[in-house]
C-alpha cells in the first residue's frame, strides 16, 4: 500500500489487558477514536498468531471508519496478513534494516529508543519514526532498575532529531496533569525541536471514558502544536486558549502598572465578598501563620493531607497549595495535587529547600510527574533547583551567594519549559509567565528574620489565584470552557503579581510601625496589616516594573 503521513498527536498503543472491568476492548477502541486519537498500534503479548490477526483485523475495521492508520507491534507477519500502515519494533525485535526488507518500501516502521546512541542507530537506519521512552515510570511496562528520561532526557533525543525527517513520539508514564510539563519541558535545548505526538496506554485503555481521556489529551496536544506555530503565543482562536491558564490579554499598550494595580484591587475585593477555600498542604512549621494570613486577607484556610480527604474536598477548594518543607505527607501531595488538575484548580507549588538533599530533588521530580503546577514559587537556591542553575546554591532552606545575574531571563525561561508562573522572591520579586517579567520592589528586611515569610507568600499566591478564578467566571461563560479540562479559568499571573504585592506592601507598613521594634512584633504587625490593607494603599505604594 502507498506510504501514508502520519498524525502522530494520540498514538494509542492498545493493551488489553488493562481495560477496566465490564468494558470491552472494540467499544473502548470506538470511543477513543471518536475521542480524538490518530494512530493506533495494536501490541498483543501473550495472544497466538491466529488471535492477533483476527483482533488487528477487527481494530482496522473499526479505524478506517474514522480514516485512522494502524500499526502493528513487531509482528511482521500480523502486518502482512492484515494490511496495516506499518510496525513498531523494539531494539531487541527483529532489525530495522531485514524489516524493511521484508516489508516493502512504503510502510512505516517506528523504533523504540532509550538513549542517544539508539537514536543515533534509528536515523541511519532510516526509521520512520522513534518511540523515545520510558519518561516517567509506568505501570504498563516494566521500568524498575531503569533510568527514566523525564522531559530533558526526551529533550536531548530530540535535538539529534534535527533536518532528519524522522518524527518522534515520548511514551511511558503519560497522563493528563503532567502532558504540559512534558511537552513544554521537552522542547530540545539545542534545536528547539518538539515532539510530534505522545504514545499512551493505560490513560486510555484503563479509562471506564476512553473517549473523553482521549479528548482531554488530544486538547491539551493540539493547544501546545498552535502556541508553538504561532508568533503570538497568547493567541485566541476560535474559543480555545493556546497557553496552559486562560489569560485576558497581553497588549503592551493596556498592559501597564496602572492596569495591573487596578486588577489587584479588584482581587481583594473578591477575596473578601467571595471568601474561597484554600487546601493548604503545607509544613509544620509554619501551619498557623498560614492559616491566619489567609484569613487576614478574606480567604478561608484548610490543611488536609489525608489522601482520601483531598480528594473529596477538591471540587469545594478555590485553590490547592503544596508545600513540601516537612516531606511527610507525600501520597496527600500526590493526590490533592492530581484532584487540582481534575478540577481545575490553580495549583501553587512551593518546592521548599529542593536543592538541599537528593531526597527533595527526586520527590520533586516525582510530584512533577503526577501533576502540573499552575505556579511555581521559590527563593533564588529553589528557583536555580528547578532550573539546574549552578549560579546560586542551596544552604538548607535558604540560598548562598550573591544571587543571580539576570533573574528575569532565570524566571522567563523556566516559565516556558514548565509550562506554569514562576515566582522568585527574594529582596525583589521576579513573576513570569514565560513571555514577561513583571518586578516587584516593595517589602521590609524584617521578612527574611521570620520562619515562614516565603511560605506565607505562597499561601497569598494561592488566595490572589483562587480570587482570579473566581472573577474570570463571574465575567464570562463558564460553558464554553467545561470541555477544555487542561485550563485553569482566570489570568493566574495576575493573581501570582496580587499575592506577593498585597505580602510586600503589608509588610513594609507593618516594618514602619512605632510599636514594632523586631521579627516577634514584626511577626504580629504583619497579620493586622494584611487584614487592614486597602486598594488605596496598594495604589499608593507599589513599585511594579513591566519587562517583556
Not at 93 to 114: E, F, H, K, M, N
Not at 265 to 276: F, Q, S
Request: hydrophobic letters at 35%.
Amino acid at each position: 500500500m502507498p506510504r501514508i503521513q502520519l498524525d502522530y498527536s494520540i498514538y494509542l498503543v492498545t493493551g488489553r489487558e488493562l481495560l477496566p472491568p465490564g468494558k470491552d476492548y472494540y467499544e473502548s477502541l470506538e470511543e477513543s477514536l471518536q475521542g480524538g486519537v490518530t494512530l493506533v498500534q495494536v501490541r498483543e503479548k501473550n495472544a497466538d498468531t491466529g488471535e492477533f490477526i483476527e483482533v488487528a483485523r477487527r481494530t482496522k475495521q473499526i479505524c478506517d471508519k474514522y480514516n485512522v492508520p494502524v500499526l502493528i507491534n513487531d509482528r511482521i507477519d500480523v502486518h502482512l496478513a492484515v494490511g496495516t500502515a506499518g510496525i513498531h519494533i523494539g531494539q531487541t525485535d527483529c532489525p530495522l534494516p531485514l524489516a524493511r526488507q521484508l516489508i516493502g518500501p512504503d510502510a512505516i516502521i517506528g523504533l523504540s529508543v532509550r538513549n542517544l546512541n539508539e537514536c543515533k542507530r534509528a536515523i541511519e537506519q532510516k526509521a520512520d519514526y522513534i518511540g523515545i521512552g520510558t519518561v516517567w515510570r509506568t505501570e504498563s511496562k516494566d521500568t524498575k532498575g531503569r533510568k527514566c528520561l523525564g522531559p530533558d532526557g526526551t529533550g536531548e533525543i530530540l535535538d539529534l532529531l534535527h533536518d532528519t525527517g524522522v518524527q518522534a513520539v515520548a511514551i511511558g508514564g503519560i497522563h493528563l496533569p503532567n502532558l504540559p510539563q512534558l511537552l513544554h519541558g521537552s522542547i530540545s535545548p539545542k534545536y528547539s525541536n518538539s515532539l510530534d505526538g505522545i504514545a499512551i496506554i493505560s490513560d486510555i485503555v484503563s479509562s471506564k471514558n476512553p473517549r473523553e481521556s482521549a479528548s482531554n489529551l488530544r486538547e491539551i496536544v493540539d493547544s501546545f502544536k498552535r502556541a508553538r506555530k504561532s508568533l503570538n503565543q497568547y493567541q485566541v482562536k476560535g474559543g480555545v486558549f493556546d497557553s496552559p491558564f486562560v489569560i485576558e490579554h497581553r497588549n503592551k499598550n493596556e498592559f501597564t502598572n496602572d492596569y495591573l494595580i487596578k486588577r489587584v484591587e479588584d482581587l481583594m475585593n473578591v477575596l473578601k465578598d467571595e471568601t474561597p477555600l484554600i487546601n493548604q498542604l503545607t509544613n509544620k512549621v509554619v501551619m498557623n501563620d498560614s492559616a491566619n494570613v489567609t484569613l487576614a486577607v478574606g480567604a478561608s484556610p484548610i490543611m488536609s493531607t489525608n489522601p482520601r480527604d483531598v480528594y473529596d474536598l477538591s471540587p469545594a477548594i478555590g485553590a490547592c497549595l503544596i508545600n513540601f518543607g516537612t516531606i511527610d505527607d507525600k501520597e496527600g501531595m500526590q493526590v490533592a495535587g492530581r484532584q487540582a488538575n481534575v478540577n481545575k484548580k490553580p495549583l501553587i507549588f512551593d518546592p521548599v529547600a529542593v536543592g538541599a538533599t537528593s531526597f527533595r530533588r527526586e520527590t520533586a521530580q516525582e510530584l512533577l510527574a503526577h501533576w502540573q503546577p499552575t505556579v511555581i514559587k521559590g527563593n533564588a537556591a529553589e528557583i536555580g533547583a528547578m532550573a539546574e542553575s549552578s549560579e546560586v546554591a542551596s544552604r538548607g532552606v535558604d540560598a548562598a551567594g550573591s544571587g543571580f545575574k539576570d533573574p528575569g531571563s532565570i524566571v522567563k525561561q523556566l516559565a516556558k519549559k514548565r509550562a506554569a508562573i514562576i515566582v522568585l522572591t527574594g529582596p525583589e520579586d521576579y513573576i513570569s509567565d514565560g513571555n514577561l517579567v513583571i518586578k516587584l520592589s516593595n517589602g521590609s528586611h524584617y521578612l527574611e528574620k521570620i520562619t515562614g515569610s516565603g511560605c506565607q507568600a505562597g499561601t497569598l499566591i494561592a488566595c490572589f489565584s483562587a480570587a482570579s478564578k473566581i472573577d474570570y467566571l463571574n465575567k464570562n461563560n463558564e460553558e464554553l470552557f467545561e470541555n477544555k479540562s487542561q485550563l485553569v479559568q482566570g489570568d493566574m499571573l495576575l493573581g501570582a503579581i496580587a499575592g506577593i504585592l498585597v505580602y510586600t506592601v503589608a509588610s513594609e507598613i507593618a516594618a514602619e510601625r512605632s510599636d514594632v521594634k523586631g521579627p516577634g512584633t514584626f511577626r504580629s504587625a504583619l497579620i493586622d496589616e494584611l487584614y487592614n490593607l486597602t486598594p488605596e494603599t496598594i495604589s499608593q505604594r507599589a513599585k511594579i516594573e513591566i519587562r517583556y
